[in-house]
């Protein structure tokens, strides 16, 4: 059985709901088969999330790191590709920080691959009904800057330990004020949840198949 540390965040810019919170707790309560599902919320601070992240890799010796979080606007779930070196966001954390063109890690490699079968996982939420799609670019904000420390982590100090992150849209109740914007219901994050990590727990060579963009 293989040990899966889910992380999700805390709500964030003014906001009084996270969906990624909401998806790990309902995971907590109703782990995937097979599965030993450790769940963590991570601050939304610069200051305060590696520390949290870093124990809850120690503490549960995971097989893999799967992070979720919101991003507003899309309409899939997002299978990240790449965790960049580089904190650069529009709004503050919930400590009143806001990052400009600050690196994660000084000093540390550019970027990070998953190294989870992210097409593999891909094709699984898809087979459960629930649309997804492999993406480019995990932002510059929190969620980028964790999946960064996150593979920064398992590269200098758990070798071997894979790490991936996945966004997730907004809840229907969080765009009723929020005309023509998508959202996908909790119960459908689940299902497409517990399909990725049966993927990431399970797939071997990751699919080849076309998932990357024009532009």
């Not at 810019?13 to 991570?42: E, I, K, M, Q, Y």
């Not at 997002?78 to 400590?95: F, P, Q, W, Y």
């Not at 009723?176 to 517990?194: C, I």
Request: contains cysteine.
């Amino acid at each position: 059985m293989k040990t899966v540390l889910l992380t999700g965040f805390e709500p964030f810019d003014g906001a009084t709901d996270n969906p990624s919170l909401r998806l790990v707790r309902a995971l907590a309560a109703a782990p995937p088969a097979d599965v030993r599902l450790c769940a963590a919320v991570l601050p939304v601070t610069y200051a305060a999330a590696g520390r949290v992240l870093r124990a809850a890799i120690a503490e549960s010796s995971p097989d893999l790191v799967l992070g979720t979080g919101l991003a507003g606007g899309r309409a899939e779930l997002c299978v990240e590709r790449v965790a960049i070196n580089i904190d650069d966001a529009r709004i503050t954390d919930n400590a009143g920080v806001q990052r400009i063109d600050v690196p994660v890690v000084p000093g540390g490699p550019a970027a990070y691959l998953s190294a989870l079968p992210i097409k593999a996982m891909v094709s699984a939420i898809r087979r459960a009904g629930v649309p997804a799609r492999v993406s480019q670019t995990a932002g510059t904000f929190l969620c980028n800057h964790v999946f960064y420390l996150a593979s920064h982590i398992a590269a200098t100090e758990f070798p071997g330990l894979p790490v991936g992150f996945i966004h997730v849209p907004w809840l229907p109740e969080q765009v009723a004020n929020r005309p023509g914007e998508p959202s996908m219901a909790l119960d459908t994050l689940v299902t497409g949840l517990r399909a990725a990590i049966a993927a990431a727990t399970s797939a071997g060579i990751d699919l080849r198949v076309a998932e990357g963009a024009v532009s």
